[in-house]
């Protein structure tokens, strides 16, 4: 009998636990900024996730856009990598430079990298595979179309 009593009151403030923490995490996710769908980017629209005017931060590798707000210390305002946050990020990574040079002007059609190296384009695949395993893809880098231009 006691037996019992004890296993249903065990059972019952475990119950209870599991309810107190799925509440703690939903107040949580309604908390954080509404989440971006998988979607298409055009390096204008990308440019706002830099941390500063959004608090997320995503880069574009290759014509995929990965959420590296994880990352922030590498991207973030005043991180070393702070120029590739909400650009395309691909020259860059190709070249192992973070320098503005390798940052294609927002009004200008995406990066085609067609004249990178053996080399250059190694080291960008090997990158792509870094932020593969580490962050969430959140969508593509697209052109502009001409009738969305101002
Ligand atoms: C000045 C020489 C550099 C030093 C000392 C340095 C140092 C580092 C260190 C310590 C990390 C963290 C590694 C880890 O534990 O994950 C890192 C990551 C990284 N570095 Fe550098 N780095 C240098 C140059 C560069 C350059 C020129 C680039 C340009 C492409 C670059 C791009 C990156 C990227 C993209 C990451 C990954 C960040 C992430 O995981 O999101 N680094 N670097």
Known sequence: ???TIIFVVIVAILLKNIFTEVKTASV??????????????TPKTLAKY?????????IAVKGRVFDVTAG????????PYENF?????????????????????????????????KEEVESLENW?????NKYRVVGVL???QPDEKI
């Open 1 to 3: 009998m006691w037996y």
């Open 28 to 41: 949580q996710s309604a908390d954080t900024p509404e989440v971006v769908e998988e979607g298409k980017f």
């Open 50 to 58: 830099n941390g500063k005017d959004d608090k997320r931060i995503f």
């Open 72 to 79: 922030a210390a590498f991207y973030g305002p005043g991180g």
């Open 85 to 117: 946050s909400g650009r395309d990020a691909s020259r860059g990574l190709a070249k192992n430079s973070f320098e503005l040079d390798c940052l294609t002007p927002l009004d200008k059609p995406i990066d085609t990298l067609s004249d990178l190296t």
């Open 128 to 132: 792509e595979e870094h932020f593969e």
């Open 142 to 144: 697209e052109n502009e």
